[in-house]
């Protein structure tokens, strides 16, 4: 697990490697931030089968920024 920091917002990532049925692998990624005045955290899994860790950890970047992570009120 890593700790992103944008504008003083804390996103908690971690990735891990994933096999289907058929035993072909993906990469799939975790993350968690506070929402509004810290009452909440918000939690998502990105849902693609990533080829790579890189690609699965920018994935969760753009998912928790499309949900308003890292942007002031």
Do not use: C
């Not at 049925?21 to 506070?34: E, L, M, N, P």
């Not at 009452?39 to 690609?55: K, M, N």
């Amino acid at each position: 697990m890593k700790t992103i920091l944008d504008n003083g917002a804390a996103l908690e990532l971690s990735v891990e490697q994933r096999r289907t049925d058929f035993g072909i692998a993906y990469w799939q990624a975790r993350y968690s931030f506070a929402t509004g005045a810290g009452s909440a955290r918000f939690h998502g899994i990105t849902v693609g089968f990533h080829p790579s860790e890189d690609a699965a950890e920018h994935a969760a970047l753009r998912e928790a920024r499309t949900q308003r992570w890292g942007r002031m009120p």
